[in-house]
């Protein structure tokens, strides 16, 4: 016979399955791939132009891996820590005050720079990990005040992340409130591609 108390144990566990369906799916979301959705080709930063101009080799590269990295602990903790590292390692100062002229892109050798020099740096040290520079990104947006800023996106199979001078928290691109404009192409270090097409692609990053 089937008892009252035997419907509530039925019950009972039907519904824990079902919380821990519910709980499972969202562990899948959580971890759910979010890449930026790029457009096609466009024009080079003016920053970015003078750099090639500086450095071919490194603007001519053609990476043969181009799968997004596997996110791992160990490969979290590389981030992190070449996040935090670079930050503390350079000083903010701007190109005018380096250079004497705005949009020089440039290694931070001096110990000082602007976002795009701290980008280029963590690119460099990741990129001697051995990462791909497929998955090394460098990104050029607009900040909620309007302003230029430049970061490192990380392609991994969790999705794109951003290091940023800006914070040292390693973060998902669309857990941000920048406007993406444009970024290096994936399979050649000297072309870029839009992101969200349509927006003004021209900046300048300062900071």
């Known amino acids: 016979m089937f008892s009252f108390s035997t419907a509530r144990i039925v019950r009972t566990a039907a519904g824990t399955a079902l919380g821990l369906v519910v709980l499972a799916l969202a562990a899948v979301s959580a971890v759910a791939a979010h890449p930026m959705v790029t457009g096609g080709l466009t024009s080079q930063p003016i920053g ?3 750099f090639c101009k500086a ?4 603007c001519s590269i053609r990476p043969s891996k181009l799968a997004p990295a596997t996110m791992t602990d160990a490969l979290w903790r590389e981030l992190t820590s070449v996040t935090a590292k670079v930050n503390a390692a350079i000083k903010p100062m701007s190109d005018l005050d380096i250079y004497g002229k705005d949009e020089v892109w440039a290694y931070p050798d001096r ?3 602007d976002c795009e020099d701290y980008v ?5 040290e990741l990129n001697r990990m051995g990462m791909s520079l497929a998955d090394l990104l460098i990104t050029v947006l607009r900040k909620p005040d309007g302003e230029g800023h430049a970061v490192l996106t ?3 199979d969790k999705g794109d992340y951003l290091l940023d001078n800006l914070t040292d ?3 998902q691109w669309d857990e941000t409130d ?3 404009l444009k970024r290096q192409a994936i399979d050649n270090t000297g072309q870029w591609v839009s992101i969200r097409e349509g927006q003004p692609v021209l900046v300048g990053a300062v900071q």
């Open 178 to 180: 920048y406007t993406f």
């Open 169 to 171: 928290k390693v973060r």
């Open 154 to 156: 990380v392609r991994t």
């Open 48 to 50: 970015h132009y003078d």
């Open 55 to 58: 450095n071919p080799a490194e």
């Open 111 to 113: 110990g000082v720079g």
């Open 120 to 124: 280029l740096e963590k690119r460099r």
